[in-house]
């Protein structure tokens, strides 16, 4: 089969690899869409729990080809999305009921083989089966399930005041889960026009232009035209720069939720006393765990709409051109196609 295989950060090749084989509990997963966004950059650069080598790709959706021993739940043929993260169940955390802490915490496409194959393997208690989404619908549960866990970490209250950064694949599911769940007035802030008027059209109540250039002219309107500033001030772009001016917006006693995926060396700096005196609270949201189930009835009900969000379509052969593409923000977001069809 065709797969996407890195030997060490920045150096990979589309190649021929075997088709895995599905033990006891497992099965094989033909891959009919694989997702791609900001954090497959990061472990192009080795980052992010990234081990090489490594065939990459973290959100999956195709056909059940091949059933293992012992699975009975499932039907070759069956449409599924993978929930990419395995958790050992022995460690301190996994003992403690924290499983997203899991010491042997295993992502498919970041440190075992993912989805930008054309086949991937996986535990067969880890796929599930839907029914009412496109391919290009599915290759979203993953990111929403992350946006689902980023709502547990967020716990909002009803009728809040929430400043979200980024109109990116995440921040347009993360806007919509705000309004669905609590937010009174949702603002959300980004430097593309074009993803911002899809974030008007399904959440937020306005939206502010950042000009990469001058952080003054958003940062003299948010202060101006927001006098109290927010409850909750979420910075999902991973952008240092905005991390660090996000206390700017918190209100006393309001909440920073620092959700991007940022380069490991960045550094910001931020006033102990300002968060001591505003009692400010600050909290990180990682990945997930458990959180498909509540992702699929999302999308499958189209409560959070995605069908506009994958703009752009490549062949496993082009994945190179599609990093490129990611790495200066083309379109919304872009996903493989491994079969080419």
Not at 254 to 265: A, D, N, T
Request: charged share 20%; aromatic share 10%.
């Amino acid at each position: 089969m065709k797969a996407i295989v890195y030997t060490a950060p920045f150096h990979f090749t589309c190649t021929q690899v075997p088709v895995p084989k599905p033990g006891s509990g497992e099965v094989l997963v033909r891959v009919r869409m694989c997702g791609i966004c900001g954090t497959d950059l990061h472990i192009h650069e080795g980052e992010f729990l990234s081990e090489f080598p490594l065939i990459p790709g973290h959100e999956i959706a195709g056909e059940i080809a091949e059933l293992g021993t012992g699975v009975e739940h499932l039907m070759i043929g069956d449409q599924v999305v993978v929930d990419n993260t395995e958790l050992c169940g022995g460690c301190f955390y996994c003992r403690r009921d924290q499983p997203l802490y899991c010491e042997n915490f295993i992502s498919h496409g970041c440190n075992v083989a993912g989805g930008l194959a054309e086949y991937i393997v996986v535990k067969a208690e880890k796929v599930f089966p839907f029914r009412n989404l496109s391919w290009k619908e599915a290759v979203m549960v993953e990111p929403t399930a992350c946006a689902v866990h980023g709502m547990d970490i967020i716990a909002l209250k009803p009728g809040s005041d929430v400043l979200l950064f980024g109109a990116g694949p995440t921040g347009l599911v993360l806007s919509q889960l705000l309004k669905l769940n609590g937010a009174a007035r949702l603002v959300v802030a980004a430097p593309a026009v074009p993803k911002l008027d899809l974030a008007k059209k399904l959440a937020a109540d306005e939206t502010v232009i950042i000009d990469k250039q001058d952080h003054t002219l958003h940062r003299d309107f948010l202060q101006n035209n927001y006098k109290y500033g927010f409850d909750y001030v979420i910075e999902a772009t991973g952008s240092a720069k905005l991390c660090e001016e996000s206390i700017l917006y918190a209100r006393q006693g309001g909440q920073i939720i620092v959700y991007g995926v940022y380069p490991e060396k960045e550094r910001i700096n931020w006033s102990p006393y300002d968060i001591f005196r505003k009692e400010i609270t600050i909290k990180g949201s990682f990945a997930q765990t458990h959180c498909f189930d509540r992702s699929l009835l999302y999308l499958e009900s189209h409560q959070v709409k995605v069908d506009e969000i994958v703009t752009q379509e490549y062949r496993l052969e082009d994945y190179g051109f599609a990093l490129e593409n990611l790495k200066t923000r083309q379109g919304i977001k872009s996903a493989i196609i491994p079969g080419g069809n």
